[in-house]
C-alpha cells in the first residue's frame, strides 16, 4: 500500500503525537469517503509550531498570527455554485501519484485547542487533516452554504472513524 501522506516533521513534538499515522489514517478516510481510491494520490504535511505557521500564514494569507492547519491545493478546485461539492480530482494514469496539495499543523495552536474542547490531542488532529484535506479537494467554509457542506462532510467521516461531531455543543 502505497503512502498517502508525506510528513516532514519539524517540531519532534509532532513525532510524539503520532502525527505520522494520524495523517496518514485522516486522509485516507476522507477520500474513501469521497469515492476516490487513496493509492492514486499524495498529500505533503508539513509537521511545524506556532512560530513557523504564523510565517506561513504571514506569507501566503497576510495573517501573521499562528493558525491550526493551513492547506494550499495544487490546482483550484471550488465549486462555482455556493452549496454544491466540487469537482473531485481524477488519478493521473502512471507510475506518479497525482498531488493534491500541501497541509501544514501547527503543534502549540492545535494541543491548546484539543485542551479547551476537552477533545484529545489525536481527535482534534484527525479533524483538522481531515479539514485540511477537503481543502485540497476544493471543499471551503467562506460561504455559509459551502460550510454547510463541508462542516457535514467532515462530521460524517469522523463519525465513521469514530470521533465525536467537533461541530456538536454537546461535548
Not at 500564514?57 to 478546485?77: G, H, I, Q
Not at 474542547?117 to 479539514?131: S, Y
Not at 465525536?164 to 454537546?170: I, N
Request: one cysteine or more; proline letters at 5%.
Amino acid at each position: 500500500m502505497a503512502q498517502l501522506t508525506d510528513t516532514i516533521i519539524e517540531d519532534d513534538r509532532w513525532e510524539e503525537a503520532g502525527l505520522e499515522d494520524l495523517a496518514e489514517t485522516a486522509a485516507r478516510a476522507a477520500l474513501v469517503h469521497l469515492g476516490l481510491d487513496p493509492e492514486g494520490f499524495e498529500i505533503a504535511v508539513l509537521a511545524c509550531d506556532d512560530a513557523r505557521i504564523a510565517e506561513l500564514n504571514a506569507e501566503f494569507r497576510e495573517k501573521p498570527t499562528p493558525t491550526n492547519v493551513l492547506s494550499w491545493p495544487s490546482e483550484e478546485r471550488g465549486a462555482a455554485v455556493e452549496g454544491q461539492a466540487p469537482e473531485l480530482p481524477e488519478a493521473e494514469d502512471g507510475p506518479f501519484a497525482t498531488e493534491l496539495g500541501d497541509l501544514a499543523i501547527a503543534f502549540e495552536t492545535c494541543a491548546r485547542e484539543a485542551q479547551e474542547a476537552g477533545k484529545t490531542m489525536a481527535d482534534h488532529v484527525t479533524h483538522l487533516i481531515v479539514h485540511g484535506t477537503l481543502h485540497l479537494l476544493g471543499y471551503d467554509h467562506l460561504r455559509d452554504g459551502d460550510a454547510t457542506l463541508m462542516e457535514n462532510l467532515e462530521t460524517e467521516i469522523l463519525g465513521k472513524m469514530g470521533i465525536a461531531d467537533p461541530y456538536s455543543s454537546d461535548l
